[in-house]
């Protein structure tokens, strides 16, 4: 874009600069603020580095509430960033691929763009078919949030983002005043927690779509991962992927991960569920269900680099896509190229299409009520 500036996320120089706490002040973890340039309609776009006291960082932009850079150690205490995205956000701007974004105001699909709540029908955007996907084209990736870092203790960091959505903007019901808190910890933990009022009856179901690679982005494909997902049963889905409404045992079929196993196990076995998915692009049913408190949800490793992350969530589901699409078209950061099956997905979330299926959990967020959701990724290492 010519109006848009470039601004590489490893640049030395940059427009500004502020750190909120001294680096190494008590051990404290800071947060820096960095220029990232602007969007078409010269809104100005900012990248926020939180580092921990061990190094680790997290940088998310305001633009799109997108989580934009990981570095985390490996057994050998390297850091790398293991998550997939641009270095300018101008990638950012033109991305299709949900790189590290928040999603909303629904993530995953809705079938045939159109939902029925209180005898009332709505109708999106399709954008994937005759569907829609993640909100549509303009959702809450694609939007400006406006940005608060907060010292969350001693051991924490927080950046507050806050965007409020307009009644029938894509097509959904009610003003939604939508907060998601990003929060990097001492112990390498992340933890993204989410909260949204409406003034009507909607539906919603927020989520992070980061393409994790644990060798670090770009290096080379997600097939050696070894996954463990918490689930006993998954949602089969039809050819347009979205779900039958049946809830199927994994036993016995590719999808069963319930014990640690390589993700490129059985991608290619003869399968209908993963042809229609070009690989994995399927919610599983977490046993422990919708939670009070985050439940483990699944855990990833790469025996490499010796990373481990375990993920637990409040969320009933986690939608696990093993980057089929990725097709070496997009060039990311520091001019890597990202191949099919370079990021693996793991959204924690209500399942897909849960406003046309009553017989899924609820995703109706009633006036007046608070949506609250928390997902936590925590990273450590093993040695062998």
């Known amino acids: 874009m010519n109006n848009g500036v470039r601004f590489s996320l490893w640049t030395v120089c940059v427009l500004f600069s502020t750190v909120i706490g001294a680096a190494g002040e008590g051990g404290k973890a800071t947060v820096e603020q960095r220029a990232f340039g602007k969007t078409a309609d010269g809104s100005t776009v900012t990248l926020y580095v939180l580092t921990n006291r061990n190094g680790m960082q997290a940088a998310i932009t305001n633009y799109g509430g997108i989580l934009a850079s990981l570095k985390v150690p490996d057994r050998n205490q390297k850091l790398a960033d293991v998550v997939l995205g641009y270095d300018s956000v101008e990638g950012y701007i033109g991305d299709k691929t949900f790189q590290g974004a928040t999603i909303g105001r629904y993530g995953n699909r809705i079938a045939h763009a159109k ?7 709505y109708t999106l955007e399709r954008n994937d078919g005759d569907n829609t996907l993640h909100g549509g084209s303009h959702g809450f990736n694609k939007v400006v949030w406006q940005a608060k870092p907060e010292d969350a203790g001693k051991d924490s960091q927080s950046l507050v ?10 097509g959904f019901p009610g003003n939604l005043n939508v907060k998601v808190t990003y929060t990097l ?16 009856d909607t539906v919603v179901n927020l989520t992070n ?51 640690p196993t390589a993700i490129g196990a059985r ?15 399927h919610n599983f049913v977490l046993n422990a269900g919708k939670a009070a408190v985050p439940a ?14 375990e ?13 089929n699409f990725l097709d070496g078209t997009i060039t990311g950061k520091q001019g890597k ?40 990724y925590k990273f450590s290492v093993r040695s062998h």
Do not use: W
């Open 337 to 376: 190229v990202y191949k099919q099956r370079y990021g693996l997905c793991l959204e924690t979330q209500h399942f897909p299409d849960s406003p046309n299926h009553p017989e899924f959990p609820s995703t109706v967020l009633k006036a007046g009520d608070t949506y609250r959701t928390t997902t936590v």
């Open 161 to 170: 983002l806050t965007y409020s959505s307009r009644d029938g903007e894509g």
């Open 209 to 259: 779509h980061a393409y994790y690679n644990l060798a670090g982005q770009g290096q080379r494909d997600i097939l050696g991962h070894v996954l463990t997902i918490h689930a006993d049963r998954f949602t089969p889905v039809d050819k347009a992927l979205i779900p039958t409404g049946q809830l199927q045992g994994v036993r016995g079929t590719p999808f069963d991960f319930t014990q």
């Open 311 to 323: 993920i637990s969530t409040t969320e009933p589901g986690v939608q696990f896509y093993s980057g």
């Open 115 to 121: 939902f029925t709540l209180s005898g009332k029908e």
């Open 267 to 281: 991608i290619d076995q003869d399968d209908e569920q993963l042809k229609l998915g070009h690989g994995y692009d």
């Open 296 to 309: 483990a949800a699944a855990v990833v490793y790469e025996p490499e680099s010796g990373r481990l992350l």
């Open 185 to 200: 910890m001492d112990s390498n933990t992340l933890k993204i927690a989410y909260e949204a009022t409406t003034d009507k």
